[in-house]
Nanobody
Framework: QVQLVESGGGLVQPGGSLRLSCAAS????????MGWYRQAPGKQRELVAT???????NYADSVKGRFTISRDNAKNTVYLQMNSLKPEDTAVYYC???????????WGQGTQVTVSS
């Protein structure tokens, strides 16, 4: 059984920063993709950023230059450093794992990020 546990959400003022963490446990294959998605009220869930086990990254255009995704393979943990936050970044952020070559997918429970003055 694979489990993803997120932490680090909260309330921040516009222009501020937050760092999200997601720790994966269980049978994690060495080849995988970890990432962050978000869902704002009334909107569909959208990709924020992904990172492959080899280190290559992919970002949504809306967060390029502001957010940085990284990972610690030894800890099966992925991070999302969010800088220059905007009110439109407000959403529930979900961690995702595509595990192994076949890419069985798993989701975390979500963590709320609110950007407001």
């Amino acid at each position: 059984q694979v489990q993803l546990v997120e932490s680090g959400g909260g309330l921040v003022q516009p222009g501020g920063s937050l760092r999200l963490s997601c720790a994966a446990s269980g049978r994690i294959f060495s080849i995988n993709v970890m990432g962050w998605y978000r869902q704002a009220p009334g909107k569909q869930r959208e990709l924020v950023a992904t990172i492959r086990s080899g280190g290559s990254t992919n970002y949504a255009d809306s967060v390029k230059g502001r957010f940085t995704i990284s990972r610690d393979n030894a800890k099966n943990t992925v991070y999302l450093q969010m800088n220059s936050l905007k009110p439109e970044d407000t959403a529930v952020y979900y961690c995702n794992l595509l595990n192994g070559v076949l890419g069985a997918g798993y989701w975390g429970q979500g963590t709320q990020v609110t950007v407001s003055s």
